[in-house]
């Protein structure tokens, strides 16, 4: 399947604000080890502590998974790699396929939006989050205000996966899911 041009634009910025953290063009596993630190920092989890521990764990797995699209075998995951990954995700979806990566990837990213536990994101996490990764403070809390439709509630793990799908799969620039990863697409 291929990819429309909004769905380009929303994916790479997945990819350059998420993923690519040290900003070289590429993803490779030490970007990951930047997001477990930074995580870990937020959350005030030290080396050697099973949360710590966890998150690098997580981490891994996402990474292990994804890096089996390295199609040119060189240790990193370009642009262009990265969006057939997701042509190659939106393709096999509808066949009930995508990789166990994206589940992993849902799971881990709102786990680590809900500092508090209680199985929804209010905004202030969101907000934590989101600024930790380099997203600047009002565009986090216009995107929460998207995300919710107004602010006035918290996002539950269930809107977070629907608005995940948005993300990925809707063409429609007025989506809520556009907004998931603090972007003003």
């Given at each position: 399947?291929?990819?429309?041009?909004?769905?380009?634009?929303?994916?790479?910025?997945?990819?350059?604000?998420?993923?690519?953290t040290?900003?070289?063009?590429t993803?490779?596993?030490?970007d990951f080890?930047i997001v477990?630190?930074?995580i870990?920092?937020?959350?005030s989890w030290?080396?050697?502590?099973?949360q710590?521990?966890s998150?690098?764990q997580r981490l891994?797995t996402?990474?292990?998974e994804?890096?089996?699209?390295?199609s040119?075998?060189?240790?990193?995951?370009s642009?262009?790699e990265?969006?057939?990954?997701w042509?190659d995700?939106?393709a096999?979806?509808?066949?009930g396929g995508?990789?166990a990566?994206i589940?992993?990837?849902q799971?881990?990213?709102?786990?680590?939006?809900d500092?508090?536990g209680?199985?929804s994101v209010?905004e202030n996490e969101?907000?934590?989050l989101?600024k930790c990764?380099?997203?600047?403070?009002?565009?986090?809390?216009?995107?929460?205000q998207k995300?919710t439709?107004?602010?006035?509630?918290?996002?539950t793990?269930d809107?977070?996966?629907?608005?995940?799908?948005e993300?990925i799969s809707s063409?429609?620039?007025?989506?809520?899911g556009?907004y998931l990863?603090?972007?003003?697409?």
């Open positions: 399947m291929a990819l429309s041009d909004f769905q380009s634009k929303k994916l790479i910025h997945l990819f350059r604000t998420f993923f690519d040290d900003h070289n063009g993803i490779e596993k030490s080890d477990a630190d930074k870990c920092k937020l959350r030290e080396p050697g502590s099973p710590y521990g998150v690098h891994d996402i990474w292990k994804i890096s089996a699209h390295d040119d075998g060189d240790g990193h995951i642009e262009q990265w969006l057939n990954l042509a995700v939106l096999k979806k509808g066949n995508g990789g990566w589940k992993h990837y799971d881990f990213m709102f786990d680590a939006q500092i508090s209680d199985g209010d969101f907000v934590t989101y990764l380099g997203i600047p403070d009002t565009q986090c809390k216009d995107a929460f995300l439709n107004g602010g006035d509630g918290k996002l793990k809107v977070f996966m629907q608005r995940f799908q993300f063409d429609d620039k007025s989506a809520a556009n990863f603090g972007g003003s697409l």
